[in-house]
C-alpha cells in the first residue's frame, strides 16, 4: 500500500492514533516553546517602534497571529466536518470538538489584544466594525460547536451536530477576511499578503516566528485534548483497559 | 500616553489564556485516569 494512504488509514485506528499523538507531543512542545521564545525576543526587544503606532506595535507580536489562527482552526473544523459527515471518520469528529476551544482561546487573545492595541492607536477599545464585529461573531461560533456538542449523551450524533454547525459557520471566515474590503471599517486592511508585505523585514519576521510558534502550540493542544477524548469514548474497550493495565504495573 | 500597560496586558492576558488551554488537557487526564483506576480496582475487588 502506498505509504500516505497507510497513514491516514492508520490515523483512522484510536488506538494508533493515541501512541503516534503521545510521542508527537512532547516535540510540538519543544517547538513552540523555542519559535515563542525567538519570536517574543525579536519582537519584544530587537523589532523598532513603529513611527505612526509607536510602542504599541508589539501587541501586533501576538494579536496577528493569534487572529490568523483563530480563523484558521475554524476552516480546519469546516473541513474535518465535511470529512466526518461524509465518510464517518471518528477520528475526524473527535478532533473538530478538540479543536474548538483551542480556537475560542486564540479568538479570545485576538479580541483582548486588539481591543488593547485600538485604546492607544483608535482611542477607543472597541467599536461595531465589520471586523471586530465578525471576529466576536467568530467566537460565538466556536462557542455554538462547543455547546451543541454537549447538548447530546451520544458523542456521535453530537459530533454530526457539531460537524454541520462548523460547515455552516464556515461561512464567517470570508466576511471575517474581506470585511476590511467590502465596508469602510476602522480596521486597517492587510499588511501581509500574496501581492506582497507592506511592513519592514525587522517587523515581519518576529510575526512569523509567533505565527509558526502558535500553530505548534494548537497541534499539541489539539492532540492532548484529543487523546483525552478518545480515552473517554473508548474507557470500556480493551485497548484503553491494556493501556491502564500497563500504567498499573 | 505610555503604551507600556496596554503591552504588558496583552502578553499577560495571551499567556494566562495559552495557560489555561494549554493545562486543561493535562488535568483533565489526570482526572480521567484517577477515576478508570477506581473503577478497575472497585472492579477487581468485586470480583
Known amino acids: 500500500m502506498n505509504p500516505i494512504y497507510l497513514f491516514f488509514h492508520k490515523t483512522g485506528s484510536p488506538p494508533w492514533f493515541y501512541q503516534f499523538s503521545g510521542k508527537l507531543i512532547p516535540w510540538l512542545w519543544a517547538g513552540f516553546a523555542i519559535l515563542c521564545a525567538i519570536g517574543l525576543y525579536q519582537g519584544l526587544l530587537i523589532a523598532p517602534a513603529d513611527y505612526q503606532q509607536g510602542e504599541s506595535v508589539r501587541i501586533m507580536y501576538v494579536h496577528v497571529p493569534a487572529a490568523w489562527m483563530s480563523m484558521m482552526i475554524y476552516g480546519l473544523m469546516a473541513i474535518w466536518g465535511f470529512i466526518a459527515l461524509v465518510w464517518r471518520i471518528r477520528i475526524m469528529e473527535v478532533l473538530i470538538i ?7 482561546a486564540f479568538t479570545i487573545i485576538a479580541l483582548i ?11 477607543t477599545y472597541w467599536v461595531w466594525d465589520a471586523r471586530l464585529t465578525s471576529e466576536l461573531v467568530l467566537l460565538f461560533l466556536y462557542f455554538g460547536v462547543i455547546a451543541l456538542y454537549n447538548a447530546y449523551d451520544e458523542p456521535r450524533k453530537a459530533a454530526r451536530a457539531a460537524s454541520l454547525m462548523a460547515i455552516v459557520g464556515a461561512i464567517n471566515l470570508p466576511i471575517i477576511h474581506f470585511s476590511v474590503e467590502w465596508w469602510n471599517t476602522l480596521h486597517q486592511g492587510s499588511s501581509i499578503g500574496t501581492s506582497g508585505n507592506q511592513i519592514d523585514t525587522s517587523m515581519l519576521w518576529p510575526l512569523l516566528w509567533m505565527a509558526i510558534a502558535f500553530k505548534f502550540y494548537y497541534g499539541a493542544n489539539l492532540l492532548s485534548r484529543a487523546r483525552v477524548r478518545l480515552l473517554k469514548q473508548d474507557h470500556r474497550k480493551r485497548w484503553v483497559q491494556d493501556l491502564l493495565a500497563e500504567e498499573n504495573s | 500616553m505610555s503604551h507600556t500597560p496596554f503591552i504588558l496586558a496583552s502578553y499577560l492576558i495571551s499567556t494566562v489564556v495559552l495557560l489555561w488551554a494549554g493545562l486543561s488537557p493535562v488535568i483533565n487526564k489526570r482526572s480521567l485516569l484517577r477515576q478508570l483506576k477506581n473503577r478497575q480496582a472497585r472492579m477487581d475487588k468485586a470480583q
Do not use: D, F, Q
Open chain 1, 113 to 123: 489584544t486588539g481591543s488593547l492595541w485600538g485604546r492607544p492607536t483608535w482611542g
Open chain 1, 98 to 104: 478538540s479543536s474548538a476551544p483551542v480556537g475560542a
